[in-house]
């Protein structure tokens, strides 16, 4: 067994490790160790041998590889989880794309598996990266088919009985602008480790029969799966390992995926499986959206898929367990907010006539099985009649808030202390911001100060906010409890990412459209009936619970529109639309639990109760 000695490079706040593996690929892995903790060296296998590669490499000095510890990351640790992620990227867009991936769903995604990085070029800049990576030290050209063959070699050799990689059973490959699901990954582990997936070769991601002007160099008799992510067992792995050079050398095409699927399909005798009962679906972005018009996403000079990626997401996107292609670090950053807040914009009419036929027909179809949070705004706006998100589960328990910030006329003001004094009969304190609410903008300024301070305050989920010149219902404390525990009114409410707003006091007009919109809705909804969504003639703030996700948008949207409308009734209910369209959950209580004093209390029952 050969020890070699290991090449440190200072990394930030790291230590990177550097070493040569048995294909002359290296390896660097970044290290949070404490000072002065002895490390172990690392040890090579005892079977190791030459790569079958190693003429194509500059670097074949050492026969050294890896073994013990397994895959060490920032996230991970030394766990050993059974299936591997290796990520494909390279030395130069590993800092853009990779970063926004490492960003975002490795993070979440390592908790079940191991997520390798794979680059071609060996460049010093790889140290800094925070996450495994490993440099396969051959050019970072597209289409990257060296490169690929080259990982699964890396990998295969490494998947031995005494390599890093012994303990994985699946292998799992995709592109770095893919995004991959950490929910959905679980599920495919699961459908993974069932025996009659799990005890045969195995080779799923998504059937592709190949390009038409192709399909005859490539003779297959079988569908290969997309390059965007597909996954191997070790049973298929050691059936085309001593295959790969052979495979390369006879290559009918330039592409990877098909390559690799002729590959698979001639030396393990397998074709390409969809897991369709697995709850992961592999999904390909073929459409760009720009306002009201859809075109097929077209090809930038290096023959790429070169496209935008959408403001409002269509429900398949969020169904996907691997979404691609995201082509910037921002569509990375805004998928995964959207992804983790739960927020489900809403969706835009699509012109038939300016469109693409073909991207209007997926369009169509991919809003089949969209979801909005807000079904009214969505018919009122664009005229589609989509279905309604589930409610979000509660993810801790439900309570009254302890503390109300009140929008108060003055430091004197009566009216203040008589709503102080209230609330501290339903063990409820208050935090009055002075304001003269005459002017939308001094009350715009008021309510975004409110917000902004809520927003410095890292422990604060939940903003429940109150005008002075309220009337409270006699049983407050009990009806806000009760209400807030209707999943549809304030499960989101309690969530970290997925709340939204709870109105309890808002005033609408008493007309008899008003009342019929109410009425619709609730009748649709199912479950508990005492909230509905805000609409366009939903109206002040009066009395409101803010979660923590919506604070940045609403800061943002008052600096824009402090002067919007000429009275603060209306200025809210822009601010209520804006939420909407973002993918909010705003809904509104009835009956309300607080009215305004200058408001006649009707007999409605929207705004039945005991008034004190």
């Given at each position: 067994?050969?020890?070699?000695?290991?090449?440190?490079?200072?990394?930030?706040?790291?230590?990177?490790?550097?070493?040569?593996?048995?294909?002359?690929?290296?390896?660097?892995?970044?290290?949070?160790?404490?000072?002065?903790?002895?490390?172990?060296?690392?040890?090579?296998?005892?079977?190791?041998?030459?790569?079958?590669?190693?003429?194509?490499?500059?670097?074949?000095?050492?026969?050294?590889?890896?073994?013990?510890?397994?895959?060490?990351?920032?996230?991970?640790?030394?766990?050993?989880?059974?299936?591997?992620?290796?990520?494909?990227?390279?030395?130069?867009?590993?800092?853009?794309?990779?970063?926004?991936?490492?960003?975002?769903?490795?993070?979440?995604?390592?908790?079940?598996?191991?997520?390798?990085?794979?680059?071609?070029?060996?460049?010093?800049?790889?140290?800094?990266?925070?996450?495994?990576?490993?440099?396969?030290?051959?050019?970072?050209?597209?289409?990257?088919?060296?490169?690929?063959?080259?990982?699964?070699?890396?990998?295969?050799?490494?998947?031995?009985?005494?390599?890093?990689?012994?303990?994985?059973?699946?292998?799992?490959?995709?592109?770095?602008?893919?995004?991959?699901?950490?929910?959905?990954?679980?599920?495919?582990?699961?459908?993974?480790?069932?025996?009659?997936?799990?005890?045969?070769?195995?080779?799923?991601?998504?059937?592709?029969?190949?390009?038409?002007?192709?399909?005859?160099?490539?003779?297959?008799?079988?569908?290969?799966?997309?390059?965007?992510?597909?996954?191997?067992?070790?049973?298929?792995?050691?059936?085309?390992?001593?295959?790969?050079?052979?495979?390369?050398?006879?290559?009918?095409?330039?592409?990877?995926?098909?390559?690799?699927?002729?590959?698979?399909?001639?030396?393990a005798n397998i074709s390409c499986l969809a897991p369709l009962h697995s709850g992961f679906l592999f999904r390909h972005i073929y459409y760009v959206q720009k306002h009201d018009?859809?075109?097929?996403?077209?090809?930038?000079?290096?023959?790429?898929?070169?496209?935008?990626?959408?403001?409002?997401?269509?429900?398949?996107?969020?169904?996907?367990?691997?979404?691609?292609?995201?082509?910037?670090?921002?569509?990375?950053?805004?998928?995964?907010?959207?992804?983790?807040?739960?927020?489900?914009?809403?969706?835009?009419?699509?012109?038939?006539?300016?469109?693409?036929?073909?991207?209007?027909?997926?369009?169509?179809?991919?809003?089949?099985?969209?979801?909005?949070?807000?079904?009214?705004?969505?018919?009122?706006?664009?005229?589609?009649?989509?279905?309604?998100?589930?409610?979000?589960?509660?993810?801790?328990?439900?309570?009254?808030?302890?503390?109300?910030?009140?929008?108060?006329?003055?430091?004197?003001?009566?009216?203040?202390?008589?709503?102080?004094?209230?609330?501290?009969?339903?063990?409820?304190?208050?935090?009055?911001?002075?304001t003269q609410m005459d002017t939308v903008s001094s009350f715009a300024e008021a309510f975004k100060s409110i917000v902004k301070t809520a927003l410095k305050n890292n422990s604060?989920?939940?903003?429940?906010?109150?005008?002075?010149?309220?009337?409270?219902?006699?049983?407050?404390?009990?009806?806000?409890?009760?209400?807030?525990?209707?999943?549809?009114?304030?499960?989101?409410?309690?969530?970290?990412?997925?709340?939204?707003?709870?109105?309890?006091?808002?005033?609408?007009?008493?007309?008899?459209?008003?009342?019929?919109?109410?009425?619709?809705?609730?009748?649709?909804?199912?479950?508990?009936?005492?909230?509905?969504?805000?609409?366009?003639?939903?109206?002040?703030?009066?009395?409101?619970?803010?979660?923590?996700?919506?604070?940045?948008?609403?800061?943002?949207?008052?600096?824009?529109?402090?002067?919007?409308?000429?009275?603060?009734?209306?200025?809210?209910?822009?601010?209520?639309?804006?939420?909407?369209?973002?993918?909010?959950?705003?809904?509104?209580?009835?009956?309300?639990?607080?009215?305004?004093?200058?408001?006649?209390?009707?007999?409605?029952?929207?705004?039945?109760?005991?008034?004190?």
């Amino acid at each position: 067994m050969v020890r070699i000695p290991r090449l440190l490079y200072a990394a930030g706040c790291g230590i990177a490790l550097v070493t040569l593996f048995l294909n002359g690929s290296i390896h660097l892995e970044q290290r949070k160790d404490p000072p002065n903790v002895p490390r172990p060296l690392f040890q090579s296998p005892t079977s190791a041998s030459n790569g079958s590669f190693a003429s194509t490499h500059t670097v074949t000095t050492t026969t050294a590889g890896l073994e013990g510890e397994g895959e060490t990351s920032f996230k991970s640790g030394t766990t050993k989880h059974r299936i591997l992620i290796a990520v494909l990227s390279d030395a130069k867009s590993l800092f853009t794309l990779g970063y926004a991936a490492y960003s975002t769903w490795v993070k979440d995604v390592s908790k079940v598996a191991t997520v390798v990085f794979f680059v071609g070029e060996c460049v010093d800049e790889l140290v800094t990266f925070p996450w495994t990576v490993v440099c396969l030290n051959t050019p970072d050209e597209y289409p990257p088919k060296k490169k690929v063959f080259l990982m699964w070699e890396y990998m295969w050799k490494n998947s031995g009985s005494h390599g890093i990689y012994s303990h994985v059973h699946w292998f799992f490959k995709c592109d770095q602008d893919s995004y991959i699901s950490s929910y959905r990954i679980q599920m495919l582990k699961t459908y993974l480790a069932t025996p009659s997936v799990s005890n045969i070769p195995g080779y799923f991601g998504k059937p592709m029969k190949g390009r038409e002007a192709e399909l005859d160099k490539l003779e297959l008799k079988a569908k290969y799966c997309s390059g965007m992510g597909y996954t191997l067992n070790n049973y298929t792995l050691r059936l085309i390992g001593p295959h790969l050079e052979k495979c390369l050398s006879e290559s009918a095409t330039g592409h990877s995926d098909t390559e690799m699927g002729r590959c698979i399909i001639i030396h393990a005798n397998i074709s390409c499986l969809a897991p369709l009962h697995s709850g992961f679906l592999f999904r390909h972005i073929y459409y760009v959206q720009k306002h009201d018009t859809v075109s097929l996403a077209g090809l930038n000079e290096k023959g790429q898929i070169d496209l935008t990626f959408q403001e409002a997401p269509k429900g398949s996107f969020f169904h996907s367990g691997l979404l691609h292609p995201l082509k910037t670090p921002e569509a990375f950053y805004y998928f995964n907010n959207l992804s983790k807040s739960y927020r489900r914009p809403l969706q835009r009419t699509v012109n038939r006539m300016k469109s693409h036929e073909i991207a209007y027909s997926i369009v169509i179809a991919d809003l089949k099985l969209t979801c909005v949070h807000n079904t009214h705004l969505e018919v009122e706006k664009y005229r589609y009649k989509l279905r309604e998100c589930r409610d979000a589960v509660a993810e801790e328990e439900i309570a009254v808030p302890t503390n109300a910030v009140v929008l108060a006329k003055a430091k004197t003001s009566q009216t203040y202390r008589n709503l102080e004094e209230k609330l501290a009969s339903f063990k409820i304190s208050t935090t009055p911001v002075y304001t003269q609410m005459d002017t939308v903008s001094s009350f715009a300024e008021a309510f975004k100060s409110i917000v902004k301070t809520a927003l410095k305050n890292n422990s604060l989920t939940r903003l429940m906010i109150l005008e002075e010149d309220v009337k409270l219902h006699c049983a407050f404390d009990k009806q806000l409890l009760s209400t807030l525990k209707v999943p549809r009114c304030g499960s989101h409410l309690f969530t970290k990412y997925k709340g939204g707003v709870l109105t309890f006091g808002s005033v609408q007009p008493s007309q008899a459209r008003t009342r019929d919109i109410i009425r619709t809705e609730m009748l649709k909804a199912e479950g508990d009936q005492r909230c509905y969504n805000a609409h366009s003639q939903v109206y002040g703030p009066v009395g409101l619970i803010l979660h923590r996700m919506t604070f940045e948008h609403i800061i943002s949207w008052i600096s824009e529109h402090k002067k919007t409308g000429n009275n603060i009734a209306v200025f809210m209910r822009g601010l209520f639309a804006y939420l909407s369209e973002k993918g909010f959950v705003v809904r509104v209580a009835k009956p309300n639990l607080v009215f305004p004093e200058r408001v006649s209390v009707s007999d409605d029952k929207v705004t039945q109760g005991n008034w004190c």
